[in-house]
């Protein structure tokens, strides 16, 4: 039995994982990673990445068959599913040889297999190869997480799906039911639905992607409805089951009654599960949260020497976060000194369409935490350039504390917002005040002038409206 | 090139100052050592020396101006070879150096503390004045919004510590800040409301024979302060009578045994060292109310009123449970001399624990002192007179002195306040404890 030793383990290469990998083969750590599957995670291989180029192809598609809009004509315009799918496929593929690449420039060895940790700094993978042992003085736990499945219709992978099965479809869903409207659901939604599926959202609480300020939700809602899909908040879904066809679904509604219907598929994104089973966490008394592992804002554990970032630890979970927890725990172990991260200065992101992007606080929950606050919000129908793009509709919302000029929220619904966003995430981070951004020359004209006049707004003072 | 010299920080909150008067004229060769300047802040009074060679091209700030922002260039120095009348013509305008001073200090990620002192102002354009070195340097780095919030509850930014990049201070590091130390708002007024206006706003008139002099940077500074604490801090007070006999016997022998080092104890120094007893002895008074926090602090740095010329300064005995009375005295002596010539450092009168003010040498009997925020009490000293005391219940006569500590009263409940004044009292009775 091989035993190897390292400055630090990683055990997991999504975006947490290959990045403190990085980190720490940078700061001249010994590093070793372990996966059990392919590197890069899910995050490039089955999650942001393909998903991405997936929702690239409706984009397409959907300018095509809007061609005329533009003046211009388009004929015989139809999709092919596999081609679409296959070029998801090859996107995640060259970024998973990109990750391998990066191991190797950066001398990080790296242990395909499934690690288990048998004692502190200790972790046994086993692989092809078989068993191996490494011993670390520092381990990183970075194992992700999965999607939760309904606890009386688990996912089947023909009829009912889960992200996994949505990435690569074999068949176009023609009547398609997307449980849950987080980023997942709704991104699913909205690929679908500009595949050409007739698509119903079902969310149960009373508002689609609730972790959104209020005013997206409703917005969002209305452009999904104009866009041909059946959106249910407040709703629940009570049954599912697979039929020869396609499932049945017996559905709460808002008021109370039970529905029945049919649909071909149904993909089920209520959530995730961490991966925190069958390695070795409960038996060094590993602290966990609803079993996501508890850290610091160093990434430590409560076990000396072990670290978590990413999915596995606490909320947001969303691979930038885990990015940037990978570079504390990193420099953190390499005994530097990182700033802890503000979790109201992570940003996140939606790609439906039209996009979402929000960091900080929604208006309510500045309210609730008793902010005297000023709002502003600047509509796209006011931007040059989004009616030049043919993309009016959206906003760009803004929460200023009344009192010390701070942002405290920034909320974009709209073309183009998700590559937007990182303006005010940059002001947020170094604690700009309204002044500043009100003296930022935005240039002209683009989307972004959307972002200035969100901030004049809220101090009572837009040029365009 | 033409070297602009710049209206230097003085102190690390200084934002403006008063050009109080120039020490050369145009024409004048300076070189490095000779003093240019006397600058004005809200406390004292500093020299300007050169750090370049040349010409004094031209004088583009005339004495006498108030409110010259910090940066302001003030003259131009034509350097060896160069031109007067053309580096006159040319002076680069002032917005120009900002970014400069911006890369000056670059420190290095999360050694905010470790920040070698940079001699104030080294950064604007060739003018270090000697007489303000601080701590963390001139330049403080802080976030837009710790700035405003900063200003806005008042809060000495030079006193926090950065935990941001670069040793940046950012909005956490105000949390539980004290606040009220003196920090004049920046320059963009970003805090109208919350500093009361120390004067008054209608022009004032009057038909009684009368003159009208200028406020001093410092008179406003004092005006401003006092203004602050009467209107934001409830005041207790709380009077002890204190038999002095012991401590001025003790004073004469100390006074005897110390003569050859040249060493004379007043009767205040001792009263200095047995305030900072008392609040060690009674942690409770030696707080500072900071909005959502309370602050203890672990040392007794007395602040101690000295009466000067243009008005009032309390330059600070730092630690001074720990020091003995000689070393007191001495400390004193010397910062109460620097103090009266207005040369004392922002650092050497900015901070404290407590203050201590005495006009016993007045023949006052008694009297209520106003708390220098954030400090949590200040201890007024009467005269030590000769009454008629009862001591073992018989009536006798007795040195005995009032003294009256005012407490923040949001910070200090009355009882500790009590035990503050008794431990005074009774250190003060049983003056022994002051010199173990």
């Known amino acids: ?465 | 090139m033409p070297i602009e010299l710049k209206m230097p920080a003085l102190s690390p909150t200084m934002e403006e100052g008063t050009l109080a008067k120039w020490l050369v004229k145009e024409g004048d060769e300076v070189k490095s050592g000779d003093l240019l300047a006397e600058i004005e802040t809200d406390k004292a009074t500093m020299e300007f020396e050169a750090i370049d060679e040349g010409t004094i091209a031209q004088i583009l700030v005339a004495e006498g101006t108030d409110n010259v922002a910090v940066g302001t260039v003030i003259a131009v120095i034509a350097g060896e070879g160069e031109d007067a009348s053309a580096a006159k013509a040319a002076p680069a305008p002032a917005a120009k150096a900002e970014p400069k001073e911006e890369s000056v200090a670059p420190a290095p990620a999360g050694a905010a503390s470790e920040t070698a002192p940079v001699p104030a102002a080294a950064a604007s354009a060739g003018a270090a004045p000697k007489a303000a070195p601080t701590d963390k340097g001139d330049r403080i780095k802080a976030s837009p919004l710790a700035k405003r919030i900063a200003a806005e509850r008042g809060i000495d930014l030079a006193a926090l510590t950065g935990s941001g990049p670069g040793g940046r201070i950012v909005k956490a590091d105000l949390e539980g800040a004290p606040a009220g130390v003196a920090a004049p708002a920046p320059a963009a007024a970003a805090a109208p409301a919350s500093a009361p206006a120390p004067t008054p706003t209608q022009p004032f008139t009057t038909d009684i024979p009368h003159s009208a002099e200028k406020l001093s940077n410092m008179r406003k500074t004092i005006a401003r302060r006092l203004t602050e604490s009467k209107q934001q801090v409830p005041h207790i007070y709380l009077t002890v009578d204190v038999q002095l006999d012991k401590l001025l016997k003790l004073r004469g022998e100390l006074n005897g045994a110390l003569e050859p080092q040249g060493v004379k104890l007043s009767v205040n120094d001792l009263l200095i060292k047995a305030l900072a007893k008392a609040l060690i002895q009674v942690p409770k008074c030696n707080v500072s109310f900071a909005g959502d926090q309370l602050i203890s602090y672990e040392r007794a740095d007395i602040s101690v009123a000295v009466s000067v010329p243009a008005g009032l300064i309390t330059p600070i005995i730092v630690g001074a449970d720990e020091k003995s009375v000689s070393k007191i005295s001495t400390e004193m002596k010397e910062l109460a001399g620097r103090a009266k010539e207005g040369k004392l450092q922002p650092h050497e009168y900015q901070g404290g624990t407590a203050s201590l003010s005495n006009m016993g040498m007045f023949g006052i009997k008694q009297f209520e002192a106003v708390i220098n925020p954030p400090q949590g009490m200040i201890m007024a000293i009467g005269a030590g007179e000769k009454r008629p005391y009862i001591v073992d219940d018989a009536l006798a006569i007795a040195t005995v002195m009032s003294a009256t500590g005012s407490f923040d009263h949001r910070a200090i409940d009355g009882a500790d306040g009590a035990q503050l004044m008794q431990a005074f009292k009774q250190i003060v009775e049983n003056p022994l404890g002051l010199v173990a």
């Open chain 1, 1 to 465: 039995m091989a035993e190897t030793s390292y400055d630090l383990i990683v055990l997991g290469s999504g975006p947490g994982g290959y990045v403190a990998a990085i980190r720490a083969a940078q700061l001249g750590l010994k590093t070793a990673i372990v996966e059990r599957e392919l590197l890069g995670g899910i995050c490039l291989n089955w999650g942001c990445i393909p998903t991405k180029a997936l929702l690239r192809s409706a984009e397409v598609y959907h300018y095509m068959q809007h061609a005329g809009a533009y003046g211009l004509k388009a004929a015989e315009i139809s999709a092919d599913l596999d081609a679409v799918v296959k070029r998801s496929r090859g996107v995640a593929s060259q970024l998973n040889k990109g990750v391998t690449g990066l191991m190797k420039k950066h001398k990080i060895a790296v242990h395909m297999g499934t690690g288990k940790l048998t004692a502190p700094g200790k972790l046994e993978v086993t692989g092809d190869k078989g068993v191996e042992t490494l011993t670390a003085k520092n381990i990183i736990v970075a194992t992700g997480a999965r999607a939760r499945d309904l606890p009386f219709a688990p996912a089947d992978g023909k009829r009912i799906w889960t992200y996994r099965h949505a990435l690569v479809p074999t068949e176009m869903p023609k009547k398609l039911l997307v449980i849950g409207s987080g980023a997942i659901g709704i991104e699913f939604a909205s690929f679908y639905s500009d595949m050409g599926a007739d698509v119903t959202v079902v969310e149960m609480l009373d508002r689609l992607v609730p972790v959104e300020d209020a005013d997206v939700s409703t917005f969002l809602e209305k452009q999904l409805k104009k866009q041909g899909m059946t959106i249910m908040t407040g709703a629940g879904v009570e049954e599912l089951k697979a039929t020869a066809g396609g499932v049945s679904a017996k559905i709460k509604a808002k008021d109370g009654k039970v529905e029945s219907a049919e649909f071909s598929h149904a993909i089920v994104a209520i959530g995730i599960v961490p991966n925190t089973e069958n390695i070795g966490l409960e038996a060094l008394g590993v602290k966990t949260t609803k079993g996501h592992i508890d850290t610091d804002a160093m990434c430590r554990t409560n076990v000396a020497g072990l670290w978590a970032i990413g999915d596995v630890t606490a909320p947001p979970w969303l691979a930038h976060k885990a990015m940037h927890e990978a570079v504390i725990a990193a420099e953190a172990i390499a005994g530097g000194h990182p700033h802890a991260m503000d979790v109201r200065n992570i940003p996140g992101c939606t790609y439906c369409r039209p996009q979402i992007a929000s960091v900080g606080l929604t208006e309510a929950k500045a309210k609730e935490l008793g902010y005297e606050v000023r709002v502003g919000n600047f509509p796209f129908i006011g931007n040059g350039k989004a009616i030049a793009l043919g993309e009016a509709e959206g906003f760009t919302k803004t929460v200023f504390d009344a009192k010390t000029g701070e942002l405290l929220g920034a909320h974009m619904i709209g073309a183009e917002v998700t590559e937007q966003i990182q303006g005010y995430t940059i002001g947020k981070t170094a604690e700009l005040v309204e002044d500043d951004f009100i003296g930022t020359v935005f240039p002209h004209p683009t989307l972004s002038e959307t972002m200035h006049e969100g901030v004049l707004s809220a101090y009572g003072r837009p040029l365009h409206i």
